[in-house]
T-cell receptor, first 113, second 111 residues
Framework: GENVEQHPSTLSVQEGDSAVIKCTYSDSASNYFPWYKQELGKGPQLIIDIRSNVGEKKDQRIAVTLNKTAKHFSLHITETQPEDSAVYFCAATPRDSSYKLIFGSGTRLLVRP | EAGVVQSPRYKIIEKKQPVAFWCNPISGHNTLYWYRQNLGQGPELLIRYENEEAVDDSQLPKDRFSAERLKGVDSTLKIQPAELGDSAVYLC?????????FGEGSRLTVL
């Protein structure tokens, strides 16, 4: 089945710097890759997603890139702000279920003021 | 528009006791999911409903876990009897187009 690995597990950056979180997946047929942000005591919230027919997608300070050949995708946050501090999860859909998300283990991002 | 509503938010029980969690999805969302999130880990799917039908319950430990979604709206997840290893956050999510909307979760502590 699909396996998603995420790193780093923790990331500390200075406010204004960029943050990059990387994920790899195992199922080459996976075609949907969302990123979720989870704040303390809350459920995960979708912040950006990308499909396998696109290489890059941007939404203001957030961007996601996908390399299908290498089977990895990354989340880029520019001009980080303290409110970006949270746990971020990547996910992928396996070939046998378009609605089943396999999540990575999460990255705890701390933005220092 | 109201989001996914879950209750209770917190539950502490002793092992071998039963526990139930309730979820009300976003209105009109026909797909409902129950996920379990262990401390420091990503969510893991337990069961997925399309309307009232459980279409993927392969990850649900059926010896002690059960779920239902009567009338295809709200859903209940039950654990009986609970074990120490069941301590986790139980997340409910709903969708209509594939994007998942999560509730705030029910944190279970089994003593």
């Amino acid at each position: 089945g699909e396996n998603v690995e995420q790193h780093p597990s923790t990331l500390s950056v200075q406010e204004g710097d960029s943050a990059v979180i990387k994920c790899t997946y195992s199922d080459s047929a996976s075609n949907y890759f969302p990123w979720y942000k989870q704040e303390l005591g809350k459920g995960p919230q979708l912040i950006i997603d990308i499909r396998s027919n696109v290489g890059e997608k941007k939404d203001q300070r957030i961007a996601v890139t996908l390399n299908k050949t290498a089977k990895h995708f990354s989340l880029h946050i520019t001009e980080t702000q303290p409110e970006d501090s949270a746990v971020y999860f990547c996910a992928a859909t396996p070939r046998d279920s378009s609605y089943k998300l396999i999540f990575g283990s999460g990255t705890r991002l701390l933005v220092r003021p | 528009e109201a989001g996914v509503v879950q209750s209770p938010r917190y539950k502490i029980i002793e092992k071998k006791q039963p526990v139930a969690f309730w979820c009300n999805p976003i209105s009109g969302h026909n797909t409902l999911y129950w996920y379990r999130q262990n401390l420091g880990q990503g969510p893991e799917l337990l069961i997925r409903y399309e309307n009232e039908e459980a279409v993927d319950d392969s990850q649900l430990p059926k010896d002690r876990f059960s779920a239902e979604r009567l009338k295809g709206v709200d859903s209940t997840l039950k654990i009986q009897p609970a074990e120490l290893g069941d301590s986790a956050v139980y997340l409910c999510a709903s969708s209509i187009t594939g994007e998942l909307f999560f509730g705030e979760g029910s944190r279970l502590t089994v003593l």
